[in-house]
Nanobody, 132 residues
Framework: QVQVIESGGGLVQVGGSLRLSCAASGRTTSTDYSMAWFRQTPGKEREFVAASAIRFSGNKNIYYGDAVKGRFTISRENAKNTVSLQMNGLKPEDTAVYYC?????????????????????WGQGTKVTVSS
């Protein structure tokens, strides 16, 4: 079994910054997982935020949702299967519960790394509130 744990949410003012962290543990010792962030607000579908993809070839790719390009940065940490999401220039519309997801997606079109259905392992979510 794989556990995914997020941390770092909170309350921030418009224009401020927050850093979210996510670690996947369990049966991940020898496997590199693709990891992604999604967010969700009440009554809406889960929205893609960013992904750190690792393909079977070993190639690594980064993807961002249109709403966060230029403001958010996803990066791999030194610990295996750990990523962070640096969020700068936060806006009220960034308010949501942010979920981290992980899975092995080794050979797939780029679009699949941005789909929630591609990931089997999810964290509980961490709330981000941007106040104006």
């Amino acid at each position: 079994q794989v556990q995914v744990i997020e941390s770092g949410g909170g309350l921030v003012q418009v224009g401020g910054s927050l850093r979210l962290s996510c670690a996947a543990s369990g049966r991940t010792t020898s496997t590199d997982y693709s990891m992604a962030w999604f967010r969700q607000t009440p009554g809406k579908e889960r929205e893609f935020v960013a992904a750190s993809a690792i393909r079977f070839s070993g190639n690594k790719n980064i993807y961002y949702g249109d709403a966060v390009k230029g403001r958010f940065t996803i990066s791999r940490e030194n610990a295996k299967n750990t990523v962070s999401l640096q969020m700068n220039g936060l806006k009220p519309e960034d308010t949501a519960v942010y979920y981290c997801a992980a899975d092995v997606i080794w050979s797939s079109p780029s679009d699949n790394y941005m789909k929630a259905s591609s990931y089997d392992y999810w964290g509980q979510g961490t709330k981000v509130t941007v106040s104006s």
